[in-house]
Nanobody
Framework: QVHVVESGGGLVQPGGSLRLSCVASGISLDYYAIGWFRQAPGKEREGVICISYGGGRTTYANSVKGRFIISRDTAKNTVYLQMNSLQPEDTAIYYC???????????????WGQGTQVTVSS
């Protein structure tokens, strides 16, 4: 059985940083891409950034370029999202999701976590 579980969300002031974790079980990151997505109140879920099975990165949201960094530890089957210079518009529920091999559009991911809330506010 496949599970992906996010953690690390919380409340942070503008300009601050957070690191989210996504632990995958039942699959191997050697064969799966992990994407990070977010959904703000009243908005559609959007792709943020992804790392493919081979370690290639794809950034979906221009607004996070230069601020968000995705990395992985294949020994721990864990993907991290380092978020820097956070702004109020980054407030959302953040989800990680898995699909085989390559990064793709939101609807193409097969396994989703329950999400972790990130709130950026002073």
């Amino acid at each position: 059985q496949v599970h992906v579980v996010e953690s690390g969300g919380g409340l942070v002031q503008p300009g601050g940083s957070l690191r989210l974790s996504c632990v995958a079980s039942g699959i191997s990151l050697d064969y799966y891409a992990i994407g990070w997505f977010r959904q703000a109140p009243g908005k559609e879920r959007e792709g943020v950034i992804c790392i493919s099975y081979g370690g290639g990165r794809t950034t979906y949201a221009n607004s996070v370029k230069g601020r968000f960094i995705i990395s992985r530890d294949t020994a721990k089957n864990t993907v991290y999202l380092q978020m820097n210079s956070l702004q109020p518009e980054d407030t959302a529920i953040y989800y990680c999701a898995a699909r085989q091999y390559q990064c793709s559009r939101t609807a193409a991911y097969d396994y989703w976590g329950q999400g972790t809330q990130v709130t950026v506010s002073s």
